[in-house]
Nanobody
Framework: QVQLLESGGGFVQPGGSLRLSCVTS????????ISWYRRAPGRERERVAR???????DYLESLKGRFTISKDIAKKTIYLQMNDLKPEDTATYYC???????????WGQGTQVTVSS
């Protein structure tokens, strides 16, 4: 059974940093791409970052330079380092796993990030 568990969200002031974690189980990171998405109230869900099984990385263009995705194979965990946070980064952040050559998506329950002074 595939399970994704996000953590690391919280309340932070503008300019602060957070590191989100997505602990995976039931999958091999050698076969899955993992993406971070976010959804803010009243806005469409958007993909923030993705790391593939062969470690190709891409980001939402507007976030380049502030967010960094990485993974630890041994810990089966994907991280999202978020720096210089802005109020518009406030959202629920989700990780999603997608197996190569498959359309079946697996989602975590999300972690809330709130950026406010």
């Amino acid at each position: 059974q595939v399970q994704l568990l996000e953590s690391g969200g919280g309340f932070v002031q503008p300019g602060g940093s957070l590191r989100l974690s997505c602990v995976t189980s039931g999958i091999s990171l050698y076969n899955y791409a993992i993406s971070w998405y976010r959804r803010a109230p009243g806005r469409e869900r958007e993909r923030v970052a993705r790391i593939t099984s062969w470690n190709s990385i891409d980001y939402l263009e507007s976030l380049k330079g502030r967010f960094t995705i990485s993974k630890d194979i041994a810990k089966k965990t994907i991280y999202l380092q978020m720096n210089d946070l802005k109020p518009e980064d406030t959202a629920t952040y989700y990780c999603m796993a997608l197996r190569r050559f498959s359309s079946a998506e697996h989602w975590g329950q999300g972690t809330q990030v709130t950026v406010s002074s």
